[in-house]
């Protein structure tokens, strides 16, 4: 196996948001958090549904749900917590831990990540083939990035406190 | 009602620790510096010394004041936040800033060890708006910028909208009745 193969054949967190299941790169994972107080204060953010702390830490929560599905889910009530990058295409600047509401549901997966499906939304770095079920990976930056660049991708344009 | 910010408190405390007022504003709890606030002052103790001003373009501004030949902008803390708007009872006149805020209550003064940064994911006003947040008793708070109430533009705008206002009240004194 050469150096490509082994990189894109790696170990994937599986979640569930909404009835969909996605994929994140196990490396950038770094907890499965319990159900904890969400906090909320007035800010402009989009996708950003209030803060959560975690061992002494203040970490963002992105409510994707909406983005990824079509609408909120209220059976999200754990937290996956993960790196995201900030910083251009050039090369990200910094990560930060960031969660994302998931119904509690992950599991490890490994596989060889294919080119996204045609079509599909830039936040997609691509497919996997596990279960015969195709499973988008997830780049959370992106992710982040499509709903600030276009608003119309979710609806949380008012100040949210 | 008149709370002077004493001078001598500060050199009470650890230099590790940084003293903060929680105030409230609808139902949400802000923090800001106990440094940063000149005094707290009830809305009825200074409705006589507010003079009204209505600019279209800096909404949150209402009334301005005249404290110690100063002019401060009385800011409505609901309206910069995007809260529901309530009836503030309280003004919170700023230190250094040429700035009042119209909050509902004082909760206390605290002691706390540390100011998080806000974190990067949050891109919008609100880095403007807070220096950072603070985990106090199972609570996050916002701990506020105190120069984010307004802008240098804002402030420049209100300038010209004040001295509009003292011209015509000169002019209004200097015709006889």
């Known amino acids: ?41 007035p800010h402009t953010s989009r996708l950003i549904a209030g803060v959560i702390v975690r061992r002494g830490r203040i970490v963002p929560v992105y409510d994707v749900a909406p983005v990824l599905c ?26 930060e831990a960031s969660a994302i509401p998931v119904n509690g549901e992950c599991e490890l997966a490994t596989g060889e990540m294919q080119p996204p499906q045609e079509n599909a939304p830039p936040y997609f770095a691509g497919t996997l083939a596990i279960e015969a079920e195709n499973i988008d990976v997830l780049d959370l930056q992106k ?4 709903v600030r660049d276009n608003p119309s991708a979710t609806n949380h344009a008012e100040p949210r406190p | 009602m008149k709370i002077a910010m004493q001078d001598t408190a500060k050199s009470r405390r650890s230099r590790s ?7 409230c504003i609808g139902t949400q709890t802000f923090a800001i510096a106990a440094d940063a606030v000149q005094e707290i002052r009830s ?52 230190r250094q800033i040429r700035t009042a805020v119209l909050v509902d209550s004082i909760e206390r003064m605290v002691d706390v060890p540390k100011v998080h940064a806000l974190p990067q994911a949050f891109q919008g006003e609100e880095r403007q708006w807070y220096r950072g947040l603070t985990y106090l008793e199972d609570r996050v708070i ?13 402030f420049a705008r209100l300038d010209r909208a004040s001295k509009s206002i003292e011209a015509r009240h000169e002019l209004e004194g200097a015709v006889p009745a």
Request: aromatic share 8%; net charge neutral.
């Open chain 2, 43 to 94: 809305t009825d103790s200074l409705a006589t010394a507010a003079v009204e001003m209505e600019l279209a373009e800096v909404p949150k501004v209402r009334h301005l004041v005249e404290r110690s030949h100063r002019t401060y902008y009385v800011v409505s803390g609901c309206v910069h936040f995007g809260l529901r708007v309530t009836r503030p009872t309280l003004v919170l006149i700023l």
């Open chain 1, 70 to 95: 079509g609408r909120e889910s209220s059976v999200h009530r754990f937290y996956l917590i993960a790196d995201r990058a900030f910083g251009t295409d050039a090369g990200p600047d910094a990560t």
């Open chain 2, 142 to 154: 916002p701990v506020i910028q105190p120069n984010g109430f307004l802008t240098p533009e804002e």
């Open chain 1, 143 to 146: 992710l982040v990035s499509a």
């Open chain 2, 17 to 23: 620790t940084e003293a903060l007022i929680l105030f």
């Open chain 1, 1 to 41: 196996m050469s150096g490509a193969q082994n990189h894109a054949r790696k170990s994937w967190v599986l979640l569930h948001v909404g009835n969909r299941r996605f994929a994140l790169p196990a490396e950038s994972v770094m907890e499965l958090a319990p159900p904890v107080r969400l906090h909320n204060f």
